[in-house]
Structure formats: C-alpha cells, structure tokens
C-alpha cells in the first residue's frame, strides 16, 4: 500500500485540479436548461474511467444518463457496487454565495462550490483510488462496479428501471456510498441504519362552501376543528405515537446499540442551540439521539385550512388538510403502517365530514449489521486514511437507492460520508474540506484492499 | 290608519322609484374610490329628511358621515331611535351579476341591486312610513330619532364615536333596525336575541426555521403537531367545549324557549341539503337549532403552517397558526372567555414551542325579552301589515351596533326583518321582493302608532 500512498501524495494536486474541473459543470438536473451540462457531467466521469481503461458506457434513460463503468475482472475478488451521483442541487438563492457556485474557489483548505460534497467530491474519491491502483499496481484487487446517475437530485426516477433490468450485470458482494457525513469533524463514521418514511395527506371536506360562522356555527362539524382532533389523536399528550399496532414490529433496542449511541457523546444542549429550541420533547423512555435515529416519527409537514390572511375572518372553512410524514425504523413495513393511519383517521373524524386520504410511494427503514468482514474491511480503511478508527452513526433520514440494492440486488451499502454535515449541502456557499477529500480517496484506495481479506 | 295605509298605497310606485334611484348610488364604504358617491347617497338620505320637514344634519367623522334626523317634537310621546345604513358591500364578483349591481332591475316582483335588502331597502320603509304619516296627518305620533350611517359594511368605526358623544341627545326609549330577514317566505320574525363574539389568534414557534423531518424529527415538538393538540383540547369528542369554565355563566334554556323554537318547525333536513353536510354535529343535548342560535361555539376559522403546495414535503415546521372565534350568549363575558381561551392553550402547549397569543375586540350575546309593550306593538304592527303575526327568533351572528346600543345607550333594539335569508346579501344579484318592502313600510307605520299605545 504504500506505493499507492506515495502515488496518491504525489498527485494530490492533479486530483484537486481536476476535482475543480468537475465542479465547474453547472450540471443541474432539475433545470432542462442545464441539461447539455447534466451530459458533460457524465462524459467527464466516462473520460476519467475511460483514462484507466474502465468499461464504460451512458447508459441512456428517460432523463439523464446514467455512468455504468467496471473494472477488468479480476477472478476470485469480491465484488464491489460503487454508487454516486454527478447532478447537482439548483444553486439558489444566488445573492448568498460569497464566490459563484460554479467558479470553484478555494478558502481555508475547503472547496466552495455547488456540489463540492454533493456528491461530486465524495464521488470522485472512489474514482481517484481506483487510478491510483491501476497506476501503480496495474489494477484494482477488487471487481468494482459503479454506477454514477445523473437524477439524484430529482428523485432518482430513472434508476430503478436501470437496477430491474441489469440485476445480474451488477451482481456484487457489497456496495459504497460515500453521499453522508463524518459525525463531526475529527471523527469519521459508517452510516449503519438509515430511517424509512411514508407520506401521506387527508383532507377533511364539511360544507360545500365556506360558511358564516355566526349563522352555522355550532350546528355542524368545523373541518379544521376536526383536522386538529384527528391529527391529536395520533400521539398521546408524552409524543408517544397512537396509531394502532404502530410500534409493534419494531424489536427492543439492545444495550448494546443504546450504549454505542451514548458512547458518541451527543452535545444535546448545542443540537438545540443550533435550532434555537428551548427543550426536547419527543417519545417518553428515549434520548434524543434514539428519538432521530432508532425511533420512529409521525410529524405534520403542512397544515392548512379556511382564512389564511391577517386579522379574525368569521368563518366555518369547507375544508381542512394536513400533510403528514412518518419516518420508520427496520422491520416496520411502509405499506402496514399507511394503512394503520389511514383506518385510525377514519375512525376519529366526526360526523358530517368526509375524509379524503392519498398516499405517495414509501421506503422502509434500513440497517446493516456492523459486526461483519465488510464494515471490518471499512473501519481499518478509514482508520490508516483518517488515523483514528470510524464511529458507527445512523441517520434520521432516508437513502431510498440503498433500499433499492437492497430489495431489488440484495445487496447491503458501506455508507461512508468524508463531508460534515455542516458542509452547506443544499444551500449557499456549499463546501468541502479537501483534506477529507484526500482523506477519503486513501480510505477508498484502503478499502478495495481490505475487502479482499476474508 | 285608513288614511295612512291608502297614502301608502297611492304612492308605492313613486316609492319604489326612488327606492331605485337610492339603489343606483353605488355608496361602496369599503372602496375609497367610491368616497364621492358614499356622500351622495347620504346626501339622498338627507334629502328625504328634508323633504318631510325633519331636522337633519350630516356628522362629519374621520370615514364617511352620519345622516342624523329628528322629527319634530311631539310632547309625551315615546322615542324611538332607528338605525339602518346607507352603504354597501363591494360588488364582486362582478361577472355573476345577471344586471349590473348599481342599475336596479326588476325581476319576477324581486329589485336586483347591490344594495337593495342590506341595507338600502329595509331602512327605506322607516323614512317612507314617517313621509305618509307627515303629508296624511302632519305628523308622526312619535318623537322618532334617525341614525343612518356609512360605515357599517366596513366596521362603523366612528359609530361608537358619535354615539358616546350624542348620549343625551340619542336618549330614547327603544331602538328599531331593519337589517336582519324574516325567518321564511311569508315568515315575519322578530329577532330578540343575536350571540356575541371573541375573536383571538395563537401562534406556536418552534424551530427557527422548517427543519428535515429525517434528522431532525422526533426529537422536538412540532409546531403543527402541537397546535393540533390543543385546538383538539377546546373540544370533547362529542362537540362539547372543554375550556374550564366556559359555560359556567350561562343561565339553563327555560322550557318555554325551547318550545318556541320547537314551535319553528326549523327544516333541518332542508338546511343540511342546502349546505350539502351530512350529519348535524355539536354540543350534545341541543337541537340545532338551539345549537345556531342559544348555545355558544368555539370555531377555528382559518388554520395554517409549513408546506402548502402540491405533494409531499419532509419538514418540520418552523410555525403554526390558528384563529379561533368563539360566538356567545347572554351573560357570557367576552372579557373572561378569552383569557379562558388563553389559559387553557398555555396550559395545553408542550415543551420547546412558544405560544403567541393575540385578540380582537369582543362583543356579548345579547337577548331581549319578548313580553313587553314594544315587542307588543311590533307584533301588531307587523300582524296588521304582513297578514299574519310573526315569529320571534334569534340570530346566531353578532350586530354590534345593538350592543353598542345597549351599552352606550342604555336601549333595547326591536330587530324587524323585512328580508329573507335567502336574498344574496354580500353575494352576487341581491335582491328584496318589492311586495315585502311595502310591507315593511306599512309595518313601520302602524309601528309609530302602536308604540303609542301603553
């Protein structure tokens, strides 16, 4: 390894050179003005494979296209389903960025730009670790598969269609995702579990109109006051969740993942700062950290109904409707949980209401043992890259491409995130540590040799 | 009154003439572009005062004026103050109007004007019912007071103004408005009782800003989850309202009121149908009626916070918003009630979310007993015109000037409707039944009379 040490210091300055290259690319997917950009995004990930002799196509889609590029096969080795994605978030609000989003400028050792850590950066780590391999010792000691879309930032239409009909092209041992976080600066961390979600909407309909509230009301249901009774009849007054059967498939946490979760010395008083919140509240009998990550949720998004303008308006509203999202940890299943809300919101709405309710797509929780040789094979990698051994974190939200390895390639995800979460993601000024991005190309190079351990 | 009534009848076409030269004055309060045609309609007001020899003036207030009239002084006789007002709604929407809202068209015995029943034709019956006393017998048997105002479409701000600096010279014995509808076709009401109102409004903060559901959710409160939780808490499940005390000052429905309403045949079907809600719902114990008209409420009029688009958004809000009026009965304080209101929201608000709390000015419920010498002479009155004696109903909305009546004046209103419920009032093509409006003025005559009458 060492030789691909000394190669990776020798060219750091190259990688950065080109790191920039790529994040000059305003490849915004969810524009169709950029979308001649969103392609020389992808023709610049295809010449950076194509420049260490990778298979490597487009492969065309509805949208975008998506990167597919493998390694020589090498007999015997594991192989490996790299994941990331070229397109980036809108840029706006413009007037907030101290250097434009797309003139990569660096400051303080960081890279600011759009896409920075999202995901170009972290993405290319993977790509620059397989060069360094091929560069010195001829090839990659792992199979690698990547696939690099291109519609991330729009919902990812595009690439289940691609993952149905190519499952046993990418037919892998592991994949690695490097688009999450370290948990803090100085402390790297595996992403082992990840939050499911269902959304869904209900809407209460009384009148066929807005009514006056002094000639009608109190002779019939008020949709919003209704909407409230059922929208507060899904937690106890503690935050305890009250949908029937709700928390039922979820199995206790052991000691073992409540101490790890201790063990990370959550700052809770700085969490609320930060947010300018007074005080927790949450599910009785758990921490903060659990009540984000191994806990699930059911939080209105969106409330609204009858006058939203300034001052009293005397009316009894036609209508009322509450956008509503529960997040879901392992083994609850999105399709069960919907319809427990559903038959609970029918079964606490007044007469005289109707109750409309419509559902999106959900995603089921996700976790991934950490006691096994691949997240010992990512702990080592990232301890010789970052010199101190990676924490094992969770994440409140949700990853839907590692559900789909998962149920459509039965396949787990190494989630290892080189940014922070403090690096802008989404909004103006969005950076990335280029220590950590060097950092993060040595634990990948790392990892492609730590997986061929047994 | 053979004199008087024939008066009335010779004279009905020019009656209804110049009841649409009124109605073509389009006296806009709310619309400052209309200022010059407010005044003019107060100007015609005036200048049908002066054409019957009544002392009247314009007052002058910050809006728009006051048509004040006295007729001449007749020793002995009773005092009767009647209010009514010369403005009118805004037209819109324009489109619906079948005829112009300002160029009055006759229809199937039915005036078509902006205007017409709220309040321009009611109020004209009490000047066209003074006129045929003044040119049959040379004068009214009564000492009768004008308030005509401006402003009420738009608040009567400077009402309360000009009524607490005219106290001694207002000083009468009984109030008369005609702003209010008979309880049906060929149904003469008088209203003796209208609820009174709070009006108040309460902000939850949370976060500073929307948050991720995924990281963030679960570990503080959600504004919009919370809010729903304590407007929920204003009710039972059964409609009943839990704010402590709230019920506490009203006095128990006698039996005779509740027969009397029984007594209305009140079409509760028919109701349910015309505003398309299937099940009546509210306090338990009440019938609807008494629901609308006796019994108070606690109704949210308008309800928002977080995403209001299309589709799902994953956020927890950084606000939510209710506001709530609640409508009252006699003996009722609004004073009272709305700090119970805010009491009981506080004490119903969970941790990390600030509660902001804000109220509008209040007005009581108000009753009139129905067993006296001026609730006797309406009834005959109206008997006398109508061909039939009318019901005494109430009305679930509030009249301010009423109160104001009351607390300022220290007097009683008779509330004598010569319209229908039904007459678009506010809406698109209102109208008034022209055969309704000469009765009201012959109901308004035979009124100067029989208030005479010990």
Not at 74 to 79: E, I, Y
Not at 114 to 135: L, P
Not at 137 to 158: A, D, M, Q, R, T
């Amino acid at each position: 390894m060492q030789q691909i040490d000394q190669y990776l210091s020798d060219n750091s300055a190259r990688f950065e050179t080109e790191l920039l290259e790529f994040l000059r690319i305003p490849s915004v997917s969810a524009d169709s003005a950029f979308k001649g950009d969103v392609r020389r995004a992808a023709e610049f990930v295809r010449s950076q494979f194509r420049s260490i002799d990778f298979a490597v196509v487009l492969v065309e889609t509805a949208g975008h296209p998506i990167v597919y590029a493998e390694s020589p096969f090498v007999l015997g080795a594991p192989t490996v389903l790299v994941y990331g994605h070229y397109d980036v978030q809108p840029p706006d609000p413009l007037g907030e960025w101290k250097t434009p989003p797309f003139e990569p400028a660096i400051r303080d050792g960081y890279v600011f730009a759009r896409g920075a850590t999202d995901d170009k950066g972290q993405v290319f780590t993977h790509i620059k670790s397989a060069e360094a391999w091929v560069k010195t010792v001829g090839s990659v000691p792992v199979n690698l598969k990547y696939v690099i879309e291109g519609e991330e930032e729009v919902g990812s239409n595009n690439l289940e269609i691609f993952l149905n009909a190519s499952r046993s092209k990418l037919k892998s041992d592991v994949a690695v995702i490097s688009d999450t976080s370290q948990f803090g600066p100085g402390r790297p961390a595996i992403t082992h579990g990840l939050r499911g979600i269902v959304a869904c909407e209900v809407t209460l309909r009384g009148p066929k109109q807005d009514l006056h509230s002094g000639i009608f009301g109190g002779s019939i249901a008020n949709p919003a006051n209704a909407l409230a009774r059922i929208v507060a009849s899904l937690h106890d007054v503690n935050g305890k969740i009250q949908i029937p059967g709700f928390y039922d498939d979820i199995p206790p946490l052991t000691p073992e993942e409540r101490s790890r979760l201790v063990d990370l010395r959550f700052d809770e008083a700085a969490y609320l700062r930060e947010i300018e919140v007074s005080a927790p509240f949450g599910e009785p009998g758990y921490t903060t950290l659990e009540r984000r990550w191994v806990r699930p949720t059911c939080d209105v998004n969106g409330i609204t109904g009858g006058y939203q303008g300034e001052g009293p308006k005397t009316i009894v509203p036609a209508w009322a409707r509450a956008k509503i999202t529960c997040r879901l940890v392992p083994n609850q299943s999105p399709e069960k949980i919907v319809k427990s809300i559903e038959q609970h919101l029918r079964a606490n709405c007044p007469p005289g209401v109707k109750l409309e309710f419509r559902e999106w797509h959900g995603c089921p929780g996700y976790a991934f043992d950490t006691n096994n040789r691949y997240m010992h094979a990512a702990t080592r990698a990232i301890a010789d890259s970052f010199g101190v051994e990676p924490v094992f974190i969770r994440e409140g939200g949700t990853i839907p491409v590692v559900e789909s390895f998962r149920r459509i390639l039965g396949l787990d995800t190494l989630l290892l995130g080189w940014g922070q979460n403090t690096d802008n993601l989404h909004g103006p000024n969005e950076h990335f540590l280029l220590a950590d991005f060097h950092r993060g190309t040595k634990a990948s190079a790392h990892l492609w040799q730590e997986l061929t351990r047994s």
